[in-house]
């Protein structure tokens, strides 16, 4: 388990394991890399994160992720798997899963209520992004996309 505290000082528990689950996953986030790019999307008030979002009445989380993924950038993914989870110790506490996933198709880009874009960018781009998200800045983010590069 890696720990760690959020910028809203919060403590997060990250785990590359499928559980259990000390609170059960409702929400999702995927990790989509390209042709050595990473999928971003462009939050109208949180900024440049990756595409996530809560879990629907009667879907599983891989479900959720590949259609958060679709609503947010127009991307249809493929070979989606778990890849980690990770718990936010709030009030309430909260958690995330979090899947990889490769790109089957991409569709011309339609904004809507969702985001306000998507971007492409390399790991070197996305850390020198100035509009990134608060949770895309943490310590949890970084171990994660090493993971990833540990994983391929």
């Given at each position: 388990m890696f720990t760690f505290?959020?910028?809203?000082?919060?403590?997060?528990?990250?785990?590359f394991d499928e559980g259990p689950f000390e609170v059960e996953p409702k929400h999702v986030l995927a990790l989509v890399q390209h042709e050595g790019k990473w999928l971003c999307t462009i939050h109208s008030s949180r900024g440049v994160e990756f595409p996530g979002g809560k879990q629907e009445e009667n879907e599983t989380l891989m479900q959720a992720a590949i259609r958060e993924v679709y609503e947010e950038t127009n991307v249809i993914v493929e070979d989606i798997k778990w890849f980690a989870y990770y718990v936010v110790h709030d009030k309430i506490p909260f958690c995330k899963a979090v899947?990889?996933?490769?790109?089957?198709e991409i569709e011309t880009f339609v904004g809507d209520y969702e985001t306000d874009?998507?971007?492409?960018?390399?790991?070197?781009?996305?850390?020198?992004?100035?509009?990134?998200?608060?949770?895309?800045?943490?310590?949890?983010?970084?171990?994660?996309?090493?993971?990833?590069?540990?994983?391929?």
């Open positions: 505290i959020d910028e809203n000082g919060l403590q997060v528990d990250l785990r899947f990889t996933a490769k790109v089957k874009g998507i971007l492409w960018l390399t790991e070197e781009e996305l850390w020198q992004q100035p509009h990134l998200s608060f949770y895309m800045r943490d310590a949890g983010m970084k171990k994660m996309l090493q993971e990833v590069k540990n994983h391929e």
